[in-house]
């Protein structure tokens, strides 16, 4: 998604002077689905609620357009980790009660529980690759080179509360984020063309986690052995 272009007369902000609530259709929808660089609808919303959105519904480009987005609307870099970081956080409250019901579910149905009890296992051997297995520092690693919600999986496994685990699970996107943000705001000023921006930085966003788990898991030797600690859930 590739936000509009500022003229003279003062651009988007003068077409738009009021923050408005988006107004997408579903032609807009999927155009922005299927074309990440396709121009910013002149619905969406004005100022830095556009930008908090676009992070929230991460639909054309997702965060490089974001961050094209807010850089175009005048918006300081503080700002958008600002931004990204409350979305992460009404992320936690919209994703935690579906987690916590997948886990009642595992409790009462067989296949559900012996399925939680796999993906326990998976994600203590994948942590063991970042250092102590379940510890905070390779949870954040966990959660920078995978998302947030797994992020979030991954400590309720280990054995943190709501506020605790969603703390370690944004850390970790937030720094993913910081990366991209700054890689953006690079190649932005590089290059000059948004659209081969956002390409590049989505070719980025697919690459850069394989590659980071790749060398975390060479930089810290073998996993760890799989009897460490996991909790109960």
Known sequence: ????????????????????????????????LLDPTAPIPSTWPAGAWGVLLLFLVPVGGGIPAGVLMASGRGIPWPMMMALYCVSDVILACVFEPILRLMILAGRAVPLLRRLVALVRRWVHHTTGRYGTAGGPLALVLFSFVADPMTGRGATVFAGHGFIPGWAIAIAGDMLYFALLMASTLWLNELLGDQRVVVWAMLFVMFVLP????????????????????TAAV
């Open 1 to 32: 998604m590739i936000p509009a272009r500022v003229g003279a007369a003062g651009g988007e902000r003068a077409r738009r002077p009021h923050v408005t609530v988006a107004a997408v259709t579903i032609d807009q929808l999927n155009q922005l």
């Open 210 to 229: 394989s590659l980071l788990r790749r060398a975390l898991g060479t930089a810290t030797g073998p996993a760890a052995s799989d009897g460490g600690p």
